[in-house]
T-cell receptor, first 115, second 110 residues
Framework: EAGVAQSPRYKIIEKRQSVAFWCNPI?????LYWYQQILGQGPKLLIQ????????DSQLPKDRFSAERLKGVDSTLKIQPAKLEDSAVYLC?????????????FGPGTRLTVL | DAKTTQPTSMDCAEGRAANLPCNHS???????VYWYRQIHSQGPQYIIH???NNETNEMASLIITEDRKSSTLILPHATLRDTAVYYC???????????FGAGTTVTVRA
């Protein structure tokens, strides 16, 4: 079974530029998550989708971050404009979405460096 | 607000059991204990979870104290590939959210 795919794996941009990350979840998984992991810290949930609807985006900095999940499958996370403090690994995860004890499966992440 | 407390780091010898402690003194009756690990440059990986009873799978064992205020993850025969950051997380049974702390950095030495 293929895992969660993410691209690109690495991205370097200058502050005030825009960037987008892509995630393809495990086939059949209804729930998709984006996490931000700053160096030395655990991942922090940014947004959660159930199919193509947003369940929780309370931690998403909506003035600069946006995310969408078209057709309830792939998802993109965008930052516009980027700030230095956005340097982090952006992790995508997916789960079946059948109920509370769902196991979340994570992708390898995209490492973003903002100069 | 942290729900779990873990040591920052620990070492263990290859081939020996690694016992990773976690304190969760404010855990509620409907909260589960989950363990994930994150190997360098990879995303977190699910290990095991439990509510009250001890649990075992092919990766590890989870021992939860009777009062549920603490737990121990046991890697029975640690290998160099078990070197990772291990996260102990408490999670409400019907809540999808995983709240990661800083975890324990485990280094397995030959």
């Amino acid at each position: 079974e293929a895992g969660v795919a993410q691209s690109p794996r690495y991205k370097i941009i200058e502050k005030r530029q825009s960037v987008a990350f892509w995630c393809n979840p495990i086939s059949g998984h209804a729930t998709l998550y984006w996490y931000q992991q700053i160096l030395g810290q655990g991942p922090k949930l940014l947004i959660q989708f159930q199919n193509n609807g947003v369940v929780d985006d309370s931690q998403l900095p909506k003035d600069r971050f946006s995310a969408e999940r078209l057709k309830g499958v792939d998802s993109t996370l965008k930052i516009q404009p980027a700030k230095l403090e956005d340097s982090a690994v952006y992790l995508c995860a997916s789960s079946l979405g059948v109920g509370g004890l769902d196991t979340q499966y994570f992708g390898p992440g995209t490492r973003l460096t903002v100069l | 607000d942290a729900k779990t407390t873990q040591p920052t780091s620990m070492d263990c010898a290859e081939g020996r059991a690694a016992n990773l402690p976690c304190n969760h003194s404010t855990i509620s009756g409907n909260e589960y204990v989950y363990w994930y690990r994150q190997i360098h440059s990879q995303g977190p990986q699910y290990i095991i979870h439990g509510l009250k009873n001890n649990e075992t799978n092919e990766m590890a064992s989870l021992i939860i104290t009777e009062d549920r205020k603490s737990s121990t993850l046991i890697l029975p025969h640690a290998t160099l590939r078990d070197t990772a950051v291990y996260y102990c997380i408490v999670r409400v049974g019907n809540d999808y959210k995983l709240s990661f702390g800083a975890g324990t950095t485990v280094t397995v030495r030959a």
